[in-house]
């Protein structure tokens, strides 16, 4: 029998062996992509020993053997994916990063619309840390939403709100630039659900124009041009998290603070223009918005030949 000092779950080994993260790892076993001593293994929980198993994923050998751990913050630009691979051909964050040597993988996921700070790793444990709720690593987010943000408006978001069941509410938002047609947001959120923040704008009836993450605690994605990256060390990083090597809270944990002041929406008022949850804004949802700007785009085709059609009338 196997000493149990030695056997460690499947999914951690994966990740410590720099292929994927823990959840992505989870989802690997899951889809019947990894074998075990020659046989696939779909079953969670399983345990290995790592001096005598013999582990494949994705038709490659799972290895500690040579890896060094990489940690980096990338500046993801808008219209890629965080994904290793996408199946629709789409840019992804990985072909940032294509001068680095050793497998890496991006830590939790912004959207294709999404901009801003993305930690990549081949240390599963530090991945563990950044994404999972029970290390309370806080997510500060920009957010530029259509229409006039009101007080009202404003409470409903930070009270937070139902959807399909799942309630979503963030730690903090405020108000930090009211431009004359659009109000830019800040977010600070916990637990880094799946869109939660679009989730959240639209279920209090608003709709994103631009979203940009731009901190993760202590970790800023200020000085980082889009498309670019930074090297961090371990130490570093963990002390930027304010966590200990074991994932415990420091005596400091460091938080981002913004040079933009908050807005008193409230003393100062909305601006004047329609409410942001006029659904005159849905047009430009994310599953409508490529639609409404071909739209645009063609009536703007056709108000201009118009336009030259008048000022050079046939004779």
Known sequence: MQSESKLIRLQKYIADCGIASRRNAEAMIFQGR????????????????????????????????????????????????????????????????????????????????????????????????????????????????????????LRKLRYGIEIEGDFVKPKSVRVVKQLPTKTWLEFRIGEGKNREIRRLCEGAGLTVDKLKRIAINGLSVEGIAPGKYEFMTKKQMLLALGLNADGSPSTHVPTFQSAKKSIDVYRKGAQAFVAADDKMFHQFRRETYYESVKLNNEKRAELLAAQTALQNPVE
């Open 34 to 153: 990894v074998e075990l001593n020659g046989k696939i293994v779909t079953e969670m929980g399983t345990k290995i020993n790592p001096e005598t198993d013999s582990v494949i994923a994705d038709g490659h050998p799972v290895s500690m053997a040579g890896v060094e751990k990489v940690y980096l913050l990338l500046h993801k630009p808008r219209c890629c994916v965080t994904t290793v691979k996408d199946p629709e051909g789409r840019p992804t964050v990985m072909e940032y990063v294509s001068h680095v040597h050793e497998r890496i993988y991006p830590v939790g996921r912004l959207d294709y619309l999404s901009e801003g700070l993305m930690v990549m790793t081949n240390d599963g444990d530090m991945a563990n840390m950044i994404m999972h709720p029970k290390y309370n690593v806080i997510k500060v987010y920009e957010v530029k939403v259509f229409g006039a943000v009101t007080d009202e408006l």
